[in-house]
């Protein structure tokens, strides 16, 4: 059964930058049709699609986070990751990792790690 | 603001229906296959349909989805305590050149 678990700071301050990992296991990372992404959910608040990379690490990302976002990937140790710069208290939100299909379903989340910008 | 609309929270007994829209455009449902998910409180949201009509194994059939021009319906029928979540229709959109979310609907039971 493949898993998907974000790790990372839990506070970042703001200006700074929010670095997460997403660590894949019970599955290869290396997989045609399917890509790696990131979705956040602020507190109380819906889902937002941020960015999503493919194994050979062609990447796509919303268009508003575009300045600010850096996806990557890291096939030897089955992780992708995120880099957000510049946060603000708007960044702070609920951060998932998943696999999707690129018009498809998202069919594995990661259980979500919290995310706060805060001085 | 989420370019998929959906109705703020729907309500039913056990046992009964509900059925949840997600309204969008040429550019997004119109011509791309739409997900749903339930998100129950605290927890990672789950795939319950996906290509439009599509259950994923170990999904019951009492979820059911479907399209139809720029809108899409989730149908939950036989409703259980269980089903009490948050539940999200997604695409993408060619405008935005971005995967994109209904704005929830909470159901009640």
């Known amino acids: 059964q493949l898993q998907l678990q974000e790790s990372g700071p839990g506070l970042v301050k703001p200006s700074e930058t929010l670095s997460l990992t997403c660590t894949v296991s019970g599955g290869s990372i290396i997989i045609s049709n399917y890509y790696w992404g990131w979705i956040r959910q602020p507190p109380g608040k819906g889902l937002e699609w941020i960015g999503s990379i493919y194994y050979t690490g062609n990447t796509y990302y919303k268009s508003s986070l575009k300045s600010r976002l850096t996806i990557s990937i890291d096939t030897s140790e089955h992780q992708f990751s995120l880099k957000l710069s510049s946060v603000t208290a708007a960044d702070t939100a609920v951060y998932f990792c998943?696999?999707?299909?690129?018009?498809?379903?998202?069919?594995?989340w990661g259980q979500g790690t919290l995310v706060t910008v805060s001085s | 603001q989420s370019v998929l609309t959906q109705p703020p929270s729907v309500s039913a007994a056990p046992g009964q229906k509900v059925t949840i829209s997600c309204s969008g455009t040429s550019s997004n449902i119109g011509n791309f296959f739409v997900s749903w998910y339930q998100q129950l409180p605290g927890a990672a949201p789950k795939l319950l349909i996906y290509?439009?009509?599509k259950r994923p194994s170990g999904i019951p059939d009492r979820f059911s989805g479907s399209k139809s021009g720029t809108s899409a319906t989730l149908v939950i029928t036989g409703l259980q305590t269980g089903d009490e979540a948050d539940y999200y229709c997604?695409?993408?959109?060619?405008?935005?050149?971005?995967?994109?979310f209904g704005t929830g609907t909470k159901v009640t039971v």
């Open positions: 290509d439009n009509d």
């Open positions: 998943a696999r999707h299909a690129h018009n498809g379903g998202v069919d594995y």
């Open positions: 997604a695409t993408w959109d060619s405008s935005l050149s971005a995967h994109v």
